[in-house]
């Protein structure tokens, strides 16, 4: 049922846009993206495309896979050790799933901010020196 309704969220056509180029290639791209944790299928084919000039909002029920897509585009799922994910996504057309994408260097590029906090399996001052460190701040407890 969840992934049934996050396709359908997902899929849902765009209202037109005014004076958008519609031939400008995608920020972010997700081709047939599904999730699942254990044997539990959270989001089944989910494809859409992300423009840099354009506001993107995922809305709908609580639990209907917005929060566990949004996790696809940063590999946040790679920290929980259930959940499977396939399909593709690119970013500026190149793979994130990809051996040589720098996962750091991809979250450093694709933040995100949930309604609810979502931190890493980490301590509480891994979590907020997460950010500086990607960034090249502060190594240390000191230094932060």
Known sequence: MLA???ETLLHSPAPPVAD??????P???AHEVSVSYSDKQALKDVSIDIHADRVTAFIGPSGCGKSTFLRCLNRMNDT???AKVTGRIELDGEDINSAGMDVVQLRARVGMVFQKPNPFPKSIFENVA???RIHGLGGSKAGL
């Open 4 to 6: 049934g309704q996050a």
């Open 20 to 25: 958008t180029d519609t031939t400008a290639e």
């Open 27 to 29: 920020k972010m791209r």
């Open 80 to 82: 929980i050790p259930t």
């Open 130 to 132: 997460y950010g500086p």
